[in-house]
């Protein structure tokens, strides 16, 4: 949905929820990158559902 600034990203899930999330570290180390548009399959956090982190890039936007 949007690209946030320290490499987060702010992703809108399928129940409409908006989660900011960040890129798995084996992402970060093979330069995966992410565009507005992309689809990814998101881990969320235990403790704030609001925030959690990008596992894989599934379709480009």
């Known amino acids: 949905m949007e690209l946030l600034p320290r490499a987060l990203v702010r ?3 399928e129940g ?3 989660v900011i999330a960040h890129p798995a570290s084996s992402q970060r180390a093979n330069f995966v990158r992410l565009r507005v548009g992309d689809r990814v399959r998101v881990a969320l956090s235990n403790m704030d559902r609001t925030r959690g ?5 599934l379709t480009k936007g």
């Open 53 to 57: 982190r990008v596992l894989e890039l």
């Open 11 to 13: 992703i809108r899930l």
């Open 16 to 18: 409409e929820h908006e």
